[in-house]
């Protein structure tokens, strides 16, 4: 299991994982944000893409401010 954080707001972000695995079962990405306003309509709050056993994309969108950052967890086998 490993996890982190994004910081600064903008899309298609790569994350490289601290340590490769030789399988990744999953990847979550929660969106940070700066007020209570959330995600609305048809925005894409958060998403994860292009998942690897070093690497993957996420993204999170906050209605209010625009991209945000982003917690992630990864789990996988080493």
Do not use: H
């Not at 601290?18 to 399988?23: E, F, G, H």
Request: charge should be positive; hydrophobic fraction near 35%; include cysteine.
């Amino acid at each position: 299991m490993q996890w982190g954080v994004y910081t600064t707001g903008t899309r298609n972000v790569t994350i490289t994982l601290p340590l490769a695995t030789s399988v990744t079962y999953a990847v979550i990405a929660v969106a940070r944000t700066e007020n209570n306003i959330g995600c609305s309509g048809s925005q894409n709050c958060q998403y994860v893409s292009n998942v690897t056993n070093k690497t993957f994309q996420a993204g999170s969108y906050d209605t209010g401010n625009g991209y945000a950052g982003f917690w992630w967890l990864s789990i996988g086998k080493a």
